[in-house]
């Protein structure tokens, strides 16, 4: 099933790669062999325990890591990164299985946290060497904080079908929406994920951010547009339906993804940060063992 998600990822990867070049392809690159090649050293020099990263789990994390990253982060960032996903968020609990949060997210997460102007230096597609500039979901952030209307922003962003189609400014895994939704029915396809977590974290983000929208239009955007940025779909597909740090019945992981989605909107909304999906995630992978025992 690991190496399954990996096939989910690969239209994905392809359109990171289409849009950033070989710097998507870097990025990745060295965020697959640190998490590789960490985990390998801590089972044999300090847990003493047999290597077992041909499960494809520590690539797996490296992957989904790197697609939470700018093109352009140097590359020390993304091993220390690798270095808390793995060491910290997967091996500090016993490895496989043992883990109580998403280790890929917490290793962004943590980036994010000490590192924030790189982390949130997002070079344009396709765009000019050098070219940053910010994401739509902050540029609709800040507009709405310089007093702005929702109106008055619009002609400032990508159309919901350029971010369908993808093209825009972001981590290397939110670039295409479309990409992340072949992903998404082929591990239903293959059984790989059931439909759960994903539908009702973007179902809540919907009617939540539905409801503040038909309040005030001017002062709440559409909320198709929080779903198609921000990394939503990559974390709701991706990130969210992680086996070890979500729940196991059916019922749990619909309570889950509603969690999950409140959280994502409360912050998108209320808090400081433009996105706050990882941070959602991490709050209800807490919630996990409560919501199984219920």
Known sequence: NMYGVVIALLPAL?????????CALWVVLTSVLSCVLIEAAIQKFILKVPVSVSDGSAALTGLILAFNLPSNLPIWIIVIGALVA??????????????IVNPAILGR???????????????????????????PLGIMKEGLLSGKTV????????????????GIGGSLGEVSAIALLIGFVFMLV???????????????????GGILHLASPEQYECPTFHILTGGALLAAIFMATDYVTSPVTHTGQILFGIGCGAVTMLIRYFGGYNE??????????CCVVLLDRL
């Open 86 to 99: 793995i060491g910290i968020g997967k091996m500090t609990f016993g490895g496989l299985g043992q883990n």
């Open 190 to 208: 293959r059984k790989i994920i059931t439909w759960h977590i994903p539908v009702s974290i973007l179902v809540t983000m919907f009617v939540f």
């Open 151 to 166: 109106s008055e922003i619009l002609p400032e962003i990508p159309t919901n079908t350029d971010l369908l189609m993808g």
């Open 276 to 285: 706050g999906v990882s941070y959602a995630i991490l709050v209800m992978n």
């Open 14 to 22: 392809a359109a990171s790669v289409w849009f950033f070049v070989f």
């Open 109 to 135: 997460v943590f980036l994010l946290v000490s590192f924030p102007a790189q982390m949130t230096s997002w070079p344009m597609p396709n765009g000019v060497d050098g070219a940053t500039g910010a994401t």
